[in-house]
């Protein structure tokens, strides 16, 4: 629990640098070939390990949601830590021996819980700090899970090329030894826990009736759809909002993940001519560094305009202009390379915004009260649209052909499904309603529990001066921004050799 004078302003680098290490998930793909090389499996049988994570990522967050909200984000962001680093330990130990099983428990089982316990924890915590600016508060965290591939891909990289002087991080054909790997998931693991660390030590709970200066809580009652109630996790899981806004979650993901995991085939793919493709493999990975930048961006640039539009009408326009632009690739994606990546960026964009933007919108409809765990419960979209997305474009391309003989008419039925899905979504966000009052919980039953938090407050440490709380907070902003910095530099370098 916070003092009254904590400065809000810790709360956001606290939360980035939980997202900044669990989004380490999307920059598997940098080793997946070794270890397939390492194991002597196949392309499935390592896949599986991402697929497990996202599974237990959604399926962790469903289920310790309320336990989260109960104990607190402290608590939550250090359990997230532990499993988190415990993943990749677990995981080099599976590397070392030549156990796969070890690395699904590893990385899969321990590490996704640690993902789901990681991804909701500091969330609640930031709309509670950010009454007046909810969408710009979760757009500052959730933007960390999309850069955290940002950094993990190129340090990943490096790392390998330190430890097995044989790996060349410029050739996308070359592969790492066992002890490489392992001595990476090491590295990671223990990196990872220091840097989470970063924000145990800076996370609180607002004190009760604690407000920003200049905000007036009852302004929120001129804005629609934004409630001043609250309704538990068990009541929201009954209405039909929460229904509604999971099927608008699953719809938004789906669309973009589908891209996403075809980004590298798919672009050299629509510029193919016999055999040969006029995109070389090098500016296929540039379009990827492109699609990481839109995807970072998107999250905190639209999650912030929903400030200022709302959570229902930016929702029409993820779904609405990206049913526009999956036409528009569909049918003209292959007469330029720029007219295809602008329109991938924006898609893939707005797949971020969605993520982004999702907590706020259940702020507006169920209150503050048990977000994090409404929050937990709807990320099993997520997991969902994890295996619908890449099973419709691969469904799609496996009829039309092996790899390197596709071209843009085998992916025009898939992206029209895509448009049939975003619809599908679109419509559901239309009949997004205020939430009814029989819903709403009775906020006088936790009076006691109100009643230990005003006296956690009063006795809040006092003791952290200005001076102190200046450095701390500088401290942190530094610690992420130059993680951030780093990962943009980077993808950057990469997305470069596309425009080459």
Known sequence: MASHSYNRWLIPPAALAVHLCIGQAYATSVYKNSLIEHFDASQTAI?????????????????????????????????????????????????????????YLGYGVIGGIGLGIGYISPVSTLIKWFPDRPGLATGMAIMGFGGGAMVASPASRQLLSFYDPSYDAADPASLAGGHALTLLFVTLGLAYFAIMMIGVANIRVPAPGWKPAGFDPSTVKTKALVTTEDVSAANAIRTPQFWLLWTVLFCNVTAGIGILEQASPMIQDFFRDGETSSVSVAAAGGFVGVLSLFNMAGRFVWSSTSDVIGRKPIYMLYLGLGIVLYVLLALTGSSSTAVFVLLAAMIISFYGGGFSTVPAYLRDLFGVFQVGAIHGRLLTAWSAAGVAGPLIINRFLDSAGGAGTLDADAYRPALFTMVGVL?????????????AAKFHEDMTRHAPAREADEAASEAADATLSTDASTVRLVLAWSVVGILLAYGVFQTLTTALKLVA
């Open 47 to 103: 896949g599986i390990v991402l697929s497990i994570a996202i599974v237990m990522l959604g399926l962790s967050a469903a289920l310790f949601g309320t336990w989260v909200d109960r104990v607190g984000p402290r608590m939550a962001m250090f359990t997230a830590a532990c499993c988190w680093a415990t993943g990749f330990l677990v995981g080099a130990a599976g590397i070392a021996t030549s156990q796969l099983w070890l690395l």
């Open 423 to 435: 619809t599908v979504g679109f419509v559901a966000n239309l009949l997004v309603r205020p939430v």
